[in-house]
């Protein structure tokens, strides 16, 4: 079994939503992970995007803050990241990101052990 799996990218125009869903699977309880949603473009270093932690405590970069909510289900071994505002800048490929830690992951990438393939969101103007 794959331990992240990511879901829901695609194409959306400015000012749109996209839901990006994923599952869990690492063999340990899902809810005492952090996960995070980080996102790339090509040529550029991956960025955070949003993190959740064992808590249900939301972190987000500055520049989705007020447009993308990250939620958990840990019913359903699933986190997700909902999209609004969509912006072009927003375009790359979204990678979901599981980490040992509980608490205190925050975005940093080195902090994160488990990654999904990604998927692709393409926002156009």
């Known amino acids: 079994q794959v331990p992240v799996a990511e879901s829901g990218g695609g194409s959306a125009q400015a000012g749109g939503s996209l839901r990006l869903s994923c599952v869990v699977s690492t063999g340990y309880p899902s809810g005492s992970h952090a996960v995070a949603w980080f996102r790339q473009v090509p040529g550029k270093e991956r960025e955070g995007v949003a993190s959740?932690?064992?808590?249900?405590?939301?972190d987000y970069a500055n520049s989705v803050k007020g447009r993308f909510t990250i939620s958990r289900d840990n019913a359903k071994n699933s986190v997700f990241l909902e999209m609004n505002s969509l912006k072009p800048d927003d375009t790359a490929m979204y990678y979901c990101?599981?980490?040992?830690?509980?608490?205190?992951?925050?975005?940093?990438?080195?902090?994160?052990?488990?990654w999904g393939q990604g998927t692709q969101v393409t926002v156009s103007s």
């Open positions: 959740i932690n064992s808590n249900f405590e939301p």
């Open positions: 990101a599981v980490s040992r830690r509980s608490r205190g992951a925050g975005l940093a990438t080195r902090r994160y052990d488990w």
